[in-house]
Each structure stands twice: as structure tokens, then as C-alpha cells.
């Protein structure tokens, strides 16, 4: 499984942002999608992830985003839309998306199988 993230850039303080995961290769084995994101120097952090499986479908947000972040998944189309509202400098990371083809429970830890390449987004105060 391949991953692109795209649709970073720079926003204001209070914007919004879409971001697109698209997924190609085996893409039919694929779980969950995940979204995560690294601010300069610090670690991977989970932001949300979706989960669609034979045993039921979840999605989970991180504390600090719920409310202001969606993820939004069409799996006709092999995308993920991790759409983000009132955004704050405390968002500014490099945001990736992940997926993996057994995790279907503990998404907010980054063992994911892939991984995208990440795309830049800037909150200017």
C-alpha cells in the first residue's frame, strides 16, 4: 500500500484546512486509516483515525482536536479527508496519514504498517 498526503499550507489563526491521504496498491486489505502529525522536535502524535472492519467501525480524535477536526473516509476512491476548523499555531506539524490491515482497536498508537510522506501545515498567529 502506497500513501500521498497532500494539501498542506499556510493558514491564519481560526482557518481551515483540508488535507487529502490517497491510497494506492492493495488498498482492499486496508483497516484503518490513521492521522498524525510531528511539530518541530517533538514526537509522533496521533490527531484521529478511522476504522472499518467485519467487527464494527470507529473513529477516534485526539482530546486536543475533537471538535475542530473531522476525518472523513471514501473508500470507493481510496481517500481519507482529514479536514481541520479553527485552527491554532499550537497545529502547525508536519501531518501524515498511515494505514494498516489488522489494527482495528489502540489507534492512537503509531504502529501502522504504511505510511504517507507527510505535507506541511503552518498556523501563522
Known amino acids: 500500500v502506497q500513501l500521498q498526503a497532500f494539501g498542506g499550507g499556510l493558514v491564519q489563526a481560526g482557518g481551515s484546512l483540508r488535507l487529502s491521504c490517497a491510497a494506492s496498491?492493495?488498498?482492499?486489505?486496508?483497516?484503518?486509516m490513521g492521522w498524525f502529525r510531528q511539530a518541530s522536535g517533538k514526537g509522533r502524535e496521533f490527531v484521529a483515525a478511522s476504522s472499518s472492519s467485519s467487527s464494527g467501525s470507529l473513529i477516534d480524535y485526539a482530546d486536543s482536536v475533537k471538535g475542530r477536526f473531522a476525518i472523513a473516509r471514501d473508500n470507493a476512491k481510496n481517500m481519507v479527508y482529514p479536514e481541520m476548523s479553527n485552527l491554532k499555531p499550537e497545529d502547525t506539524a508536519v501531518h501524515y496519514c498511515?494505514?494498516?490491515?489488522?489494527?482495528?482497536?489502540?489507534?492512537?498508537?503509531?504502529?501502522?504498517?504504511?505510511w504517507g510522506q507527510g505535507t506541511q501545515v503552518t498556523v501563522s498567529s
Open positions: 496498491g492493495r488498498t482492499r486489505s486496508i483497516i484503518t
Open positions: 498511515a494505514a494498516d490491515g489488522i489494527k482495528s482497536l489502540r489507534l492512537r498508537i503509531p504502529n501502522y504498517d504504511y
